[in-house]
């Protein structure tokens, strides 16, 4: 099982996502076995520097968080995190966030931000049963969640 975090906070960061995307999540973390997260971000929390980086699990206080369980086998489950695994130390992909307002395609396999990241590991490990028809960079935190709704089993953690 893949289980996927999706949050909020009431920093203007988390706030402009907000607007931005018409919805309440402005963040993602996959949450591995030990309750770490795992994802990317802009900023440095709890002494962990920005990028994509394992974070405890109270690295942030958020205002609402959802944690989303996605039923699959094994296998997608070792794929996915073998995947995230070697992206960690890359850097954060502020250029792509832009890209949102410009509406192109500045994907860099080499940064990440948050929610790009998380779909193309569930791209990578063969989660979703096709390719999806936009690239991963153009996906929001709100888009995540829709994207993995059919599968998923909620929890409020916050």
């Known amino acids: 099982m893949i289980k996927l975090q999706f949050s909020s906070a009431t920093d203007l960061g988390s706030r402009v996502i907000q607007f931005y995307e018409r919805g309440w999540p402005s963040h993602v973390d996959a949450v591995r076995w030990d309750g770490m997260l795992l994802g990317a971000r802009s900023d440095v929390h709890a002494g962990v520097p920005a ?33 995230l695994n070697t992206q960690i130390g890359k850097p954060y992909d502020k250029k792509a966030i832009v890209a949102f307002a410009v509406r192109r395609d500045w994907r860099n396999p080499d940064q990440w931000f948050c929610s790009e990241l998380i779909v193309s590991g569930l791209e990578e490990s063969g989660f979703f049963p096709r390719k999806l028809l936009i690239p991963a960079n153009e996906v929001t935190p709100r888009d995540n969640l829709i994207l993995v709704s059919p599968w998923r089993y909620t929890r409020s953690a916050a």
């Open 51 to 83: 990028g994509v980086q394992l974070r405890p699990p109270d690295y942030k206080k958020f205002n609402r968080v959802e944690i989303v369980k996605l039923p699959c086998s094994h296998g997608v489950e070792s794929l996915f995190w073998d995947f």
